[in-house]
């Protein structure tokens, strides 16, 4: 895909503590309507939406919440409705986007102009090179957090994956906050994405006694 076949105009979801990266694939489940009726106009469509974090944890429950600026442009690759009329979709990631505006709409979600100049690498096919030594001290670190806050995470079948990808799909399911999850999503590419991580590491001091984490 070519950075001249993506729209210009999408709709958002808008999603807190919840990121996702190009190349990488998530399950997600629907069932507000009004994001019923968007994936309904996604399937009729070119299958695209843009996910994205509020700005603000507080506002999730808002109808129309300040969004951050940068998110990602997913494809639906599957997509089944329930009994009950919810949607199950898996959504892989391709490119990350920054918001432009928003385009007055009648529709009950939101749809931004975006452009997508800043990210063009992520369409690059040419996997990015990690060492599995450069990781080896941030794997043991996210093992550790994710036991800690009682996140169970399947390590035999992520360690299947190529480095990129397991390195992804940690910060994807991580236990870090909306910010922290955010500034993951922004950095510039795998290599800065691993030292954001060992950074953000770094500030967490793990309470052995309460099973929470400290800053």
């Keep these: 895909m070519q950075i001249n076949d993506l729209p210009k105009k999408i709709p958002v979801f808008p999603l807190s503590n919840f990121i996702i990266f190009p190349k990488t694939t998530v399950p997600l489940n629907i069932f507000e309507p009004r994001y019923v009726d968007m994936i309904n106009d996604c399937m009729k469509s070119n299958k695209l939406v843009g ?3 509020p700005m603000n944890l507080n506002d999730v429950d808002k109808i129309e919440p300040d969004l951050h600026q940068i998110g990602c442009l997913g494809k639906i690759t599957s997509f089944k409705e329930t009994e009950d009329r919810r949607y199950l979709i898996e959504l892989k990631g391709l490119i990350r986007f920054e918001i432009v505006r928003e385009i007055a709409s009648n529709k009950k979600y939101r749809e931004f102009e975006i452009n997508y100049e800043k990210f063009i690498n992520d369409l690059n096919k040419k996997k990015e090179e990690l060492k599995y030594t450069d990781l ?3 794997f043991k670190d996210l ?3 994710f036991e800690k806050r009682g996140f169970i995470i399947n390590w035999k079948e992520l360690e ?3 480095l990129d990808e397991i390195i992804n799909a940690l910060a994807m399911a991580s236990p870090f906050s909306l910010e922290e999850k955010q500034v993951l999503l922004e950095a510039k590419n795998l290599d800065s994405r691993k030292t954001k991580i060992a950074e953000i590491l770094n500030t967490y001091t793990h309470d ?3 099973n ?3 800053q």
């Design 143 to 145: 093992k550790s957090l």
């Design 160 to 162: 299947k994956q190529s």
């Design 136 to 138: 080896e001290l941030i």
């Design 212 to 214: 929470t984490t400290l």
């Design 51 to 53: 996910m994205i974090q």
């Design 208 to 210: 052995i006694f309460n």
